[in-house]
């Protein structure tokens, strides 16, 4: 009996230590990174057209389904400053969080890891993340192209490029 319950006790602690989602950033803590202080930071909600979506898919060369798209503009006396978009998406088999931060001209000018629930094995390093710094939506942004694969996460690196892919075509249908 003793067994039994030593083994069930055991059973619960590994599951409320898997459980626990790793949340680095919350949107709102995301958002003041971003962008500047006396930056004005707006949320827009834009409804894709069925053309829209199927343009952006093309474009990304991702499959996705939402036709919402929810991006948050800075502005600082009046001028555009950025854009930032939150993607959610599955790496491996849990979901990772992002914070992609646009140029006015297009280009990708940060990108942040919000939450992480794969093992910290996969986890990228900043320096990985930085060579999609500057890019913008061409044959370049892919990891048999510019973008170096990630030694023993290739599919955190395939999930975060393909993100960024997806959040520059939809920047590009909306704007």
Do not use: C
């Not at 919350?26 to 053309?51: E, G, N, Y």
């Not at 969080?97 to 006015?104: E, K, M, Q, R």
Request: charged share 25%; hydrophobic share 45%; aromatic share 8%.
């Amino acid at each position: 009996m003793e067994h039994r319950r030593r083994l069930y006790l055991l059973t619960l602690l590994l599951i409320a230590s898997t459980a626990q989602a790793r949340v680095f950033m919350t949107q709102q803590q995301a958002l003041a990174s971003a962008f500047p202080a006396d930056a004005k930071v707006t949320r827009q909600t834009f409804f894709l057209t069925k053309q829209q979506l199927a343009d952006a898919r093309r474009e990304s060369g991702v499959m996705f389904t939402s036709q919402m798209v929810v991006r948050y503009r800075a502005t600082v006396d009046d001028k555009i400053i950025g854009y930032a978009y939150f993607d959610t998406h599955l790496v491996r088999t849990f979901p990772e969080s992002v914070l992609i931060v646009v140029t006015p001209e297009g280009a990708v000018d940060r990108i942040e890891i919000l939450s992480f629930d794969e093992p910290t094995e996969y986890f990228p390093k900043r320096r990985w993340l930085d060579q999609i710094m500057g890019r913008t939506l061409d044959r370049d942004l892919s990891l048999t192209r510019a973008i170096r694969p990630l030694s023993g996460a290739s599919l955190t690196a395939q999930a975060i490029v393909n993100a960024s892919r997806k959040v520059l075509a939809l920047h590009h249908v909306i704007k």
